[in-house]
């Protein structure tokens, strides 16, 4: 016979304390010397994860009610895990002399349950298609046959929340599930659990009209610009995430502030919810003083600028910024650019389609050459439906004009198919080039969140040309242009070890860049009695490794398989395995943002593909510590080259057959950033 007991979500299970000492005794006044944990047949969690649980031994003097509480936490932690029957002895143990308490808790997990039926009650009635497409387009969290998991039972539940107030069921609401568990002398019942998944789908509502005020409006902003941002028109189904997404939308024309859509009001008789949007207005221009951190070519550049933004440029929603910096990473890499950048936010009149067009010149020292451009760059972004595996197609189109200034000596080898000569740029010699490149990438990206990813997926694809326009520049005007085709793909992984979110994360990157190089790259060097054919492509378009957002035991490119590394290689392969953890995040206080990472580094640059040897990867290891503020992490790293296959003379390969003071002087690296590593 078969006796059924309905276990709701939250049911605590009883635990038995075991105490020999007299209940007088003021625990207070004890202190506590050790906690033990103790397992009675199996043990499927590690000691630090049950002690992460507890509240006993976060302090010096024992606490009897929290020790109590802990019985419970432990016994609800292995619930909530599957361990429907798990119980949890204790024992104390007093050392008067000492005035101390040892603590044990003994833990019996017994068997655990799988999930034997799960009923899904009331979903019925959102109609056939509905349901079938509920578990259709995405997996259920939690299925029979697994093991039961409470954090699974609550993603499942709110994955169909977010289904249906996404697809018309705007009020939908769901009561605490039923947790039933059966005992049976049926080996084939036994230790199993069935599932109750209650939910009240309600009336089914699509989008009414939307009213629009805005208050204020003294630059005369048009209602058709905002509809236009709109991802919904009047007789959609109702979605919660296109509203949310229609709010971010509208948020982007920066002369609206604090524009938000709310309920008007709903129609009972049509099934309709009538929206209505309200927004203040910005001022129309607004000069901004910046102080800037960026990481340019693996290097940081800190500095200042001044920008004006033009919120209302010829209306439209059309913002220009116009933008001053002055950018320094040392005395031999510095600069300042001057740019003006208009963003328009639809196309074709299309909000999916948005473009920006960028014009500006820059002035830029490195080590060996000053660089004087004036560029002229288009781009236009494509953002493709979030259910799609291509999430994003990026078109651009950059004109630019480059003035190389020798300012050291330069070593650079020539060849003319048959010998190799070296030759030597003489100071204050130069190089006049045109580029015009065409570009185009294809983005997928599910990760859920910019600042601290913890699961999805990244990967990204860069087609790049450079020669096809430019060499008809070259025979019209006799001028200096490089030809080149240029492919790198980026794959990022995020994947969370733990429940609670944010406290363990591993994260995963890879890079591989080749270019190639054809037609004639003749540049016209002054100073030089002929023609050289340098193979010279812009130095910002090469790969450069080493540095604190590549492998980190290396500084700023300085790391590479040939000489003048810092000028760039044609042949990259780079990836980052990272732990990161925020242990304090659950506190209120300035240490919250406060986060660590360990991490392994691999890669390295060749001048060109045909020259790379397996062999040769440089390994790195570290640790650091991220600060997370609103526009990314501080980061501070410490990076020790793991293997270096150039390793300086007197030093060996492998990090650990060196002497510790060899380690300190020449495998220790400190990388300082702003924004995630990847």
């Known amino acids: 016979m078969k006796i059924i007991i309905q276990i709701l979500f939250f049911l605590f299970i009883t635990g038995r304390i075991l105490f020999a000492q007299n209940e007088d005794i003021d625990y207070r006044k004890y202190e506590l010397d050790e906690v033990i944990f103790e397992f009675r047949g199996t043990q499927s969690f590690n000691n630090n994860d049950i002690n992460a649980l507890i509240k006993t031994g976060k302090s010096k003097y024992f606490d009897y009610p929290e020790f109590c509480s802990d019985i419970l936490r432990i016994e609800k932690f292995y619930f909530d895990n599957g361990f429907i029957d798990a119980s949890v002895d204790t024992a104390i143990i007093i050392n008067d002399k000492e005035k101390e308490i040892s603590t044990k808790f003994i833990i019996d997990e017994k068997q655990p349950y799988l999930v034997n039926y799960i009923e899904y009650s009331g979903l019925r009635k959102i109609g056939d298609v509905f349901y079938n497409r509920l578990f259709l387009e995405e997996e259920p969290v939690i299925k029979v046959g697994d093991l039961f998991n409470k954090s699974k039972l609550a993603l499942e539940i709110s994955r169909i929340m977010k289904f249906l107030n996404n697809n018309g069921f705007a009020y939908a609401t769901n009561d605490p599930p039923e947790i039933i568990k059966t005992v049976s002398n049926n080996q084939e019942r036994k230790y199993k659990i069935d599932l109750v998944l209650k939910f009240n789908p309600g009336e089914f509502y699509r989008f009414g009209a939307t009213k629009i005020n805005i208050e204020d409006n003294r630059y005369g902003i048009t209602f058709e610009e905002v509809y236009r941002e709109l991802d919904y028109v009047e007789n959609d189904y109702y979605s919660k995430e296109k509203l949310i997404e229609s709010e971010n939308r509208i948020n982007r024309i920066s002369i609206l502030d604090n524009a938000r859509i709310q309920v008007d009001n709903i129609d009972t008789v049509a099934n309709k919810i009538h929206m209505k949007i309200t927004a203040s207005v910005r001022n129309k221009y607004e000069l901004q003083p910046e102080l800037l951190g960026y990481d340019i070519n693996n290097l940081f550049y800190g500095g200042g600028g001044m920008s004006l933004t033009d919120r209302y ?15 320094v990473h040392s005395q031999d890499y510095n600069g300042i ?47 493709l439906p979030k259910h799609t595996y291509i999430n994003n197609l990026i078109f651009g189109w950059k ?74 520049a070259r025979k019209m005007f006799d001028i200096s242009t490089f030809s080149y085709f240029k492919f790198t793909t980026v794959h990022k992984f995020f994947h969370n070890l733990a429940s609670d979110n944010e406290a363990s994360v591993l994260a995963f990157k890879t890079l591989l860049g080749v270019i190639f190089e054809y037609g004639d790259n003749t540049l ?17 378009t090469r790969f450069i490794a080493g540095g604190n957002t590549s492998v980190r035991g290396w500084p700023g490119k300085k790391l590479g398989t040939f000489a003048n590394m810092e000028n760039g290689g044609n042949f990259l392969i780079e990836g980052n395995i990272e732990h990161r953890t925020k242990p304090f995040r659950h506190l209120k206080n300035i240490f919250k943002d406060l986060g660590f990472v360990t991490f392994f580094d691999y890669g390295n640059l060749w001048e060109y593909p045909s020259k790379f040897q397996f062999q040769q990867i440089a390994l790195a290891i570290g640790t650091g510590m991220r600060y997370y503020t609103m526009v990314g992490p501080i980061r501070i790293d410490i990076g020790f ?11 060996n390969k492998w990090l650990f057959n060196n002497s510790l003071s060899t380690i300190i002087k020449s495998k220790v690296t400190f990388q300082f950033g702003i924004g995630n590593t990847f």
């Open 313 to 327: 440029f010829f209306g439209g929603g059309r913002t220009l910024t116009t933008k001053i910096e002055a950018l």
């Open 399 to 472: 004109l630019s004009d480059q003035r190389y200034t020798v300012k050291m000596p330069v070593i650079t080898e020539i060849t003319d198919g048959i010998k190799d000569t070296i030759i030597i740029l003489p100071v204050n010699s130069f190089i006049n080039t045109f580029s015009s490149i065409l570009s185009f990438t294809v983005i997928h990206n599910n990760t859920n969140s910019f600042q601290f990813p913890t699961k999805g997926y990244f990967q990204s694809y860069l087609f790049e040309e450079s020669g096809l326009l430019g060499n008809i």
């Open 337 to 383: 650019d001057f740019s003006m950048n208009m963003f328009q936010p639809y196309i074709f009149n299309n909000n999916k389609i948005t473009g920006d067009w960028k014009i500006g010149a820059s002035l830029y020292n490195q080590l060996e050459f000053r660089i004087v451009e004036a560029k002229n760059e288009f781009n236009i972004n494509f953002e």
């Open 524 to 540: 016209k060097l002054s100073g030089v009695e002929t023609n050289l054919n340098l193979n010279v492509i812009p130095l910002d």
């Open 641 to 651: 080259k793991l293997y270096d296959y150039f390793a300086e003379s007197g030093t």
